[in-house]
């Protein structure tokens, strides 16, 4: 079993910044991506930003240019830095996390998530 736990969300100002970890622990074959989730009220969760094992980073849109993925894999943890947060932003985040097993067979692990409140 893989657990992810993360830390890091909370109340900011627009145009402040946050940045988001999230740990995995447990036992993984092979680690293909890492990435970043969220979900407003009343809307369907949405892809942030995923990073693959030896690929590039994606964003999508609406976090370019604001947000940056990284990954420690010595710890088993990727971050997620976001600057020049807006209202638009605040959502529950979830991390992510695709591997295989020996087998093959591919698995998702989802963190508990963490609520970003931007407001004044």
């Known amino acids: 079993q893989v657990q992810l736990v993360e830390s890091g969300g909370g109340l900011v100002q627009p145009g402040g910044s946050l940045r988001l970890s999230c740990t995995a622990s447990?036992?993984?074959?092979?680690?293909?991506?890492m990435g970043w989730y969220r979900q407003a009220p009343g809307k369907q969760r949405e892809l942030v930003t995923s990073?693959?094992?030896?690929?590039?980073?994606y964003y999508a849109d609406s976090v370019k240019g604001r947000f940056t993925i990284s990954r420690d894999n010595v710890k088993s943890t990727v971050y997620l830095q976001m600057n020049s947060l807006n209202p638009e932003d605040t959502a529950v985040y979830y991390c992510?996390?695709?591997?295989?097993?020996?087998?093959?067979?591919?698995?998702?692990?989802w963190g508990q998530g963490t609520q970003v409140t931007v407001s004044s």
């Open positions: 992510n996390v695709r591997w295989k097993n020996s087998l093959a067979y591919e698995y998702d692990a």
């Open positions: 447990g036992s993984i074959f092979r680690l293909i991506s």
């Open positions: 990073f693959p094992t030896g690929g590039s980073a």
